[in-house]
């Protein structure tokens, strides 16, 4: 904090700044996975079919849409979805079957103020809880702060959504607070809980996240040794 010629508080300086680059429509590679520019042709049939099982459909309760009754209605939401440049969507492929299995998108694209979110992730049940599944926020998080230089990159969800929140908690997002009677989706009040991760808490959450994505921290059964949390100290 800095003060003024009035003697008033003020925002420390940002030297330099510029308005930051909007992300590429290119894929991001990792050692588990595949992050890479929605596709309805190339991805539809597969994410269809890894969705489905999904029996009961609890992965769509906090998302916009409910889940589509066949593949012909589900590639048509998605034919609409690639052509977006807000939300951009992009698909999660699996490095060893070469299939996708999940869709996440970078959206509320804030360029001037260097202010990014994550969002509309659905995992299918194969892709959670695995190395890929988190490997794939890492991905996606190193285009924002490594690749773009963005200075704030966020996470929201429906408060009532605990696994989303302990997974934004789980990759080092800070907890900011909930925005009551945010919206109404599907007829129904949504309270909004936001987190975050800014420039400066990067490198600390990276440097964990590329210790416990390291092949060397699982065993033969592919358990792993040391948790992200410890690793973040």
């Not at 309805?40 to 998302?63: K, Q, V």
């Not at 990067?202 to 440097?207: D, E, G, L, Q, Y």
């Not at 996240?209 to 410890?230: T, V």
Request: hydrophobic fraction near 40%; include cysteine.
């Amino acid at each position: 904090m800095r003060i003024n010629h009035l003697g008033q508080p003020i925002g420390d300086a940002v030297p330099g700044w510029m308005a930051r680059p909007r992300p590429p429509r290119t894929a991001m590679i990792g050692q588990y996975c595949r992050v890479e520019p929605l596709d309805a042709e190339r991805h539809a049939a597969e994410l269809f079919t890894a969705l489905r099982d999904d029996s009961d459909g609890r992965n769509w309760t906090y998302l916009p849409v409910e889940p589509f009754p066949d593949l012909p209605s589900y590639q048509a939401w998605l034919s609409e979805l690639a052509l977006k440049d807000d939300p951009l969507f992009h698909a999660i492929v699996d490095a060893e079957t070469d299939e996708a299995e999940g869709v996440a998108a970078l959206m509320r694209i804030d360029p001037a103020n260097g202010v990014i979110e994550v969002g509309h992730i659905n995992y299918a049940p194969r892709l959670q809880a695995t190395t890929a599944a988190t490997e794939a926020m890492f991905l996606l998080m190193r285009r924002a702060f490594d690749e773009l230089g963005y200075r704030r990159y966020e996470w929201k969800c429906d408060s009532l959504n605990e696994p989303s929140c302990r997974a934004a908690e789980r990759l080092g997002f800070t907890f900011e607070g909930t925005f009551r009677q945010a919206s109404v989706v599907k007829g129904r009040n949504r309270d909004t809980t936001w987190f975050s991760i800014i420039d400066s808490e990067w490198p600390a959450i990276r440097a964990a996240l590329e210790s416990w994505l390291a092949p060397g921290n699982f065993d033969e059964h592919g358990e792993q040794k040391r948790r992200l949390a410890d690793l973040r100290g």
